[in-house]
């Protein structure tokens, strides 16, 4: 019997909501996962922070948890330490792991704990309806800044490409196909993974048509284990393209090796 992932939970995110399409890409790279034998159900956890991509793991018939605002991270490295054995994901928000939680995400990804992280980048508090993250772009207007952040936005990839993450990726969540494949990767990498969904926010912050124009798939040309061409790559989605797939792979110690 194909493997049922869903829940009796009503989904209760804006509909068209691009968080509907990641929880389908995970679903499915779990059911693959399990019917190909590589993985078992009850060897993955799935963390989601606080925020409307936290609602993720009411409807994934998955062991998960809601953690604090900003400290699903420290969780699942403790989870992970604890039992190695263990598939360890989390899901994050911009707010929650780039505003709220930096110190951890950075962290993590420096002693390369062997955890993915899925981060739905929306650009935006949108739970708490529209204030400016560390990742909206300068000029954002929302409840908290009328005049628009005087900020200049974090960009996620570089700086988890700077901290050291062994696995970086960046996928747009309305390509349900190729999210999939590269959470398959992550989960199957060996150490931090850390993959940057843009996932438009339709209510407080729509990008679709920003990024539907803008985003463009790296090929073969781009060579992953090459950190120059990888720092080039993550630079990148400032200017007028956006490009996504696997940024950066290399392989070095787990933390939960070392210690
Ligand atoms: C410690 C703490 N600070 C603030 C909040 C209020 N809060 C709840 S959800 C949220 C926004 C989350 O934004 P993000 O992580 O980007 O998730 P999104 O809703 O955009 O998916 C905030 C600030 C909280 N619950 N806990
Ligand atoms: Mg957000």
Known sequence: MALDLTTDI?????????????????????????????MELHNIVAGAGVGCHGKISDYLEVNSFNSLHGRMVPSLTGIKLANPKLNVVGFSGDGDSFSEGFNHITHAARSNSDISIFLHNNQVFALTTGQATATSPKGFKGGTMPEGSINEPINPALIMLTMGATFIARTFASDIKKTKEIMKEAMLHKGFAFVEIIQPCITFFDTREYYKERVYWLDDKHKKSNLDSAFKVARMNTADKVPCGIIYQTSKPTFEELV
Do not use: Y
């Not at 691009?18 to 890409?25: H, K």
């Open 10 to 38: 009503k989904i209760t995110w804006c509909p068209g909501c691009p968080n509907s399409q990641i929880l389908v890409a995970f679903r499915q790279a779990v059911e693959e996962f399990v019917s190909a034998g590589t």
